[in-house]
T-cell receptor, first 113, second 112 residues
Framework: GENVEQHPSTLSVQEGDSAVIKCTYSDSASNYFPWYKQELGKRPQLIIDIRSNVGEKKDQRIAVTLNKTAKHFSLHITETQPEDSAVYFCAASITGTASKLTFGTGTRLQVTL | EAGVVQSPRYKIIEKKQPVAFWCNPISGHNTLYWYLQNLGQGPELLIRYENEEAVDDSQLPKDRFSAERLKGVDSTLKIQPAELGDSAVYLC??????????FGQGTRLTVV
């Protein structure tokens, strides 16, 4: 089955700096890659997703890039703010939908003042 | 619009006791998921329903776990008997077809 690895497990950046989280996946058939943000004690929430027919997608301060050849995708957060502090999970799916998601182990992002 | 509602939020039980979790998905969402989230890990799919049919339960430990989704709306997940290793957060999520999955806040289970 699919295996998703995520790095780093923890990331500390200063407010205003950029943060990058990287994931690799094993199944070349995977074609849907969402990113979820989970604040402490709260539910995971989708922040951005990308499909395999697109190399990059941007939404304000958040962007995701996908390299199908290397089987890796990354989350980029620019101009980080304290409210960006949370655990971020990447996921991959071979169905093109959320119906069969395999999640990474998460990255705890801490934005310091 | 109300989100996915789960209850209880927290549950502490002794090992070998039964426990049940309840999930009310977003109205109109035909797909419902139960995920297990261990501390420091990503969610892992236990079972997925399309309406009232369990279409993917390959990761559900069927010797002690069971689930149902009567009438294709609310769902319950049961563990009987619970073991110490079952301590985790149990997340329910729902979606309309193949669209984005929305998660509930989860039930944190502690087995002592």
């Amino acid at each position: 089955g699919e295996n998703v690895e995520q790095h780093p497990s923890t990331l500390s950046v200063q407010e205003g700096d950029s943060a990058v989280i990287k994931c690799t996946y094993s199944d070349s058939a995977s074609n849907y890659f969402p990113w979820y943000k989970q604040e402490l004690g709260k539910r995971p929430q989708l922040i951005i997703d990308i499909r395999s027919n697109v190399g990059e997608k941007k939404d304000q301060r958040i962007a995701v890039t996908l390299n199908k050849t290397a089987k890796h995708f990354s989350l980029h957060i620019t101009e980080t703010q304290p409210e960006d502090s949370a655990v971020y999970f990447c996921a991959a799916s071979i169905t093109g939908t959320a119906s069969k998601l395999t999640f990474g182990t998460g990255t705890r992002l801490q934005v310091t003042l | 619009e109300a989100g996915v509602v789960q209850s209880p939020r927290y549950k502490i039980i002794e090992k070998k006791q039964p426990v049940a979790f309840w999930c009310n998905p977003i109205s109109g969402h035909n797909t419902l998921y139960w995920y297990l989230q261990n501390l420091g890990q990503g969610p892992e799919l236990l079972i997925r329903y399309e309406n009232e049919e369990a279409v993917d339960d390959s990761q559900l430990p069927k010797d002690r776990f069971s689930a149902e989704r009567l009438k294709g709306v609310d769902s319950t997940l049961k563990i009987q008997p619970a073991e110490l290793g079952d301590s985790a957060v149990y997340l329910c999520a729902s979606s309309f077809g193949a669209a984005e999955a929305f998660f509930g806040q989860g039930t944190r289970l502690t087995v002592v």
